[in-house]
């Protein structure tokens, strides 16, 4: 029997908005069709091995945070973690933890921070005069609907090799300039939806578990219809209040 | 002054309270506020006793109501915000609707302030005390990181006089690192009872370090959050010595705790009927400001057996032969908290869960993703979620597992908590209690829904008891 094998990356550091939620739901979409799933903590200072999993999560951080994560996957889990992606291994990361996979992140103040590199973007922060991009967003990803809560001061820009995840509907995405959101390049993932993102999009969660599935060797058709009812109630209800907020204006909000 | 501006919004306040706008209870002071604002300094000038200033993310209203009831006990003439609005127009408010006579010597000023309002609040009205609980993260899209908020507060500090004294929450290394930012007297509290501890930091505990030298803090303690025993394993700086100790801790689930508090060589024996090692916390925070306003500590036990806990704070409302305990959920700190008091109460619950996304309650629901709703799994009876994210919330649970098994409850979101309220009651046996665990902005709706059915007095109708 197939196991699905999960690392979440930095769960300490890295957990600002409640992305840990990405993992529970991707664990319990796995048990409730009988597969088989483990979950690995990979924190500061931890090796990883680029064969030990099939799907990596990483979630936003604190800014204060950002450098020392950032040196720590260039110094430790660089190599590895492309590797794993030259390998077809899964790896998605939620707002600071896409930002780091970009080339690189310019503060509003200091030196830049290199990234790893592994979406052709980079992401530059316009200084705390500026606002965030603050607010609920809705997103067309493949004909379908993306829901979930932006909050952040950068703003990214795609290179040649990097496709917009989705295009927005409502709310700011990569930059609030080109209507992008998210970036993917091959089996990785970028996105700025906090929500938690995976459980209220369910069909983006389970396109992330078939890919999952296939480099952990399972046999197609394990992933079997499940009752959505709520997480579609939940999705509809942010597009609502999407709309909603746009016809009122953002928040505009400083540091 | 521009005469009859004080009347004016007085009276501005009571007719908006009469209308039925909301409270009205901030109305007077957002008028002087605009018109007039230096008139807030001068009102307070007439505090013979000082301002005391509460701040910190969870526990403020709690911890005012206890020291207020403490400070008349102990003679003072209390100006009070208890409504718990705690921006400058609420303290202004405050300030414009206590009766001119009733400023002077025995006056004190006790007011609770938003986090982001501090600053603001010590510049204006140069605190005699200033009381932090805790930092934890709340509201992100409104208040910003904990750590921002940390860096406005000490700079604050740092501008208090040698007078001005502080009460610091010794067990949260956020707030208790302050100290070396004040040159006045500093009064720390804490608990040193290892067996109220937890075995590991909860996933809602914000990441913390040493503030001297950026090293993760080693534990020998947690309590909850990031609050408990701490070192810095590199360089040393630890969790300061309590002057205000509770030393033991028995939890008698939502009835409340029975602790053991010392200070000064005393010790106080006391009953507290707020559930929780939460409310522990802020009953340490309100006798840490009683010591550093060098009031006796003693006699205290009867005032405290006699506390309320305000609306929306474990309170208790009887509806016929049913009950109904209101429990604020507003971030995950505090939510995992509530968990634990309601874990530890026997048998199958009923509960109601209300999640807004008002600019109050924080627009981005996350954050219940950090709450351990998995704590209850097995324990419920029936629940409905509602308000407007009812829909979030019942996903929520729905992955802390609590619609699976033979005994599990069915899923039931309903967005109209008018509806959500009724239907829960009528499900409920005689005898029974439902647990309403609202966001901040649920929690008033709820109690003006309460109100309108007859359950309950009317908010304002207390603030001005």
């Known amino acids: 029997m197939t196991t699905l094998r999960i690392g979440h990356l930095y769960p300490r550091h890295m957990n600002l908005y409640g992305d840990r939620g990405n993992v529970v739901c991707l664990v319990n979409r796995c048990r409730w069709r009988g597969i088989s799933v483990t979950v690995e903590a990979i924190g500061l200072g931890d090796a990883i091995d680029p064969d030990g999993y099939d799907l990596i999560f990483v979630g936003g951080g604190p800014d204060r945070e950002q450098g020392r994560v950032a040196d720590d996957l260039l110094s430790l889990k660089a190599d590895a973690l492309r590797a794993a992606v030259e390998r077809q291994v899964v790896l998605l990361a939620v707002c600071g933890g896409y930002q780091l996979l970009g080339r690189y992140y310019r503060p509003g103040d200091g030196a830049d921070l290199p990234g790893l590199g592994l979406l052709d973007l980079y992401t530059e922060h316009p200084g705390h005069r500026v606002h965030r991009c603050i607010g609920n967003l809705t997103a067309t990803w493949n004909g379908a609907t993306l829901v979930g809560f932006e909050n952040h001061g950068g703003r990214t820009h795609l290179g040649a090799a990097a496709t917009p995840l989705a295009t927005v509907a409502q709310g700011w995405g990569n930059n609030g300039v080109d209507h992008t959101e998210g970036a993917t390049q091959g089996t990785v993932y970028g996105t700025y939806l906090h929500g938690s993102f995976l459980p209220k999009n369910p069909a983006f969660a389970d396109h992330l578990l078939a890919q999952a599935l296939a480099h952990a060797g399972a046999a197609p058709g394990l992933l079997t219809p499940l009752d959505d009812s709520i997480e579609l109630r939940a999705l509809a209800t942010a597009v609502r209040l999407a709309g909603e907020q746009q016809s009122t204006g953002f928040l505009s909000w400083k540091i | ?465």
């Open chain 2, 1 to 465: 002054m521009k005469p009859g501006l004080l009347q004016f919004a007085r009276l501005a306040g009571r007719a908006a309270r009469r209308a039925g706008v909301g409270g009205g209870t901030s109305l007077p002071g957002l008028i002087v506020e605009r018109s007039e604002p230096a008139l807030i300094q001068r009102l307070a000038a007439g505090l013979g006793q000082g301002v005391v200033l509460v701040s910190g993310t969870n526990g403020k209203t709690t911890t005012c109501r206890i020291l207020a009831d403490l400070l008349t006990a102990a003679g003072l003439h209390v100006v009070h915000n208890r409504t718990g609005s705690n921006l400058m127009r609420g303290i202004a408010a405050a300030l414009v609707n206590t009766p001119q006579g009733e400023l002077g010597p025995n006056a004190i000023g006790l007011f609770e302030v938003d986090e982001a309002t501090l600053p603001e609040a010590v510049a204006r009205l140069s605190p005699r005390l200033v009381v932090l609980l805790n930092l934890f993260r709340d509201q992100l899209d409104r208040y910003g990181e904990v750590d921002a908020i940390v860096g406005r507060w000490r700079a604050i500090i740092a501008t208090l006089p040698v007078q001005s004294s502080l009460a610091l929450n010794a067990d949260d290394p956020m707030v208790a690192g302050l100290g070396s930012a004040a040159s006045g007297t500093t009064v720390y509290f804490g608990v040193n009872d290892p067996s109220a501890g937890q075995p590991e930091l909860e996933h809602a505990a914000d990441f913390v370090e040493c503030l001297a030298c950026g090293t993760p803090y080693d534990y020998t303690v947690t309590y909850f959050g990031h609050l408990g025993h701490y070192r810095c394993p590199t360089c040393g700086w630890q969790r300061p010595p309590l002057d205000v100790e509770c030393t033991t801790v028995r939890s008698s689930g939502l009835a409340g705790s029975q602790v053991t508090v010392q200070a000064d060589g005393a010790t106080v024996e006391a009953g507290i009927p707020l559930p929780g090692l939460y409310n522990v916390y802020n009953l340490l925070g309100a006798l840490a400001a009683l010591r550093a306003l060098q009031l006796p500590l003693g006699g205290l036990a009867g005032t405290l057996h006699t506390l309320q806990p305000v609306f929306g704070r474990a309170d208790r409302v009887q509806v016929g032969d049913k009950a109904i305990v209101t429990l604020l959920t507003k971030n995950p700190v505090g939510a995992n908290q509530v968990l634990r008091a309601l874990a530890a109460e026997p048998g199958q619950k009923a509960l109601l869960l209300a999640l807004n996304d008002g600019v109050a309650d924080g627009q981005d629901v996350s954050w219940i993703w950090d709450v351990d709703y998995e704590l209850l799994r097995g324990q419920i009876a029936r629940v409905i979620t509602s308000g407007r994210r009812a829909a979030d919330m019942a996903l929520r649970l729905k992955h802390a597992h609590w619609f699976e098994g033979d005994e599990a409850p069915s899923l039931e979101a309903l967005p109209d908590l008018q509806h959500a309220l009724q239907t829960s009651l009528y499900q409920l046996l005689p005898g029974q209690t439902l647990y309403v665990l609202p966001t901040y902005t649920a929690m008033l709706y709820l109690r003006d829904i309460m109100t309108r059915l007859d359950m309950t007095r009317p908010y304002w109708q207390e603030a001005l008891r």
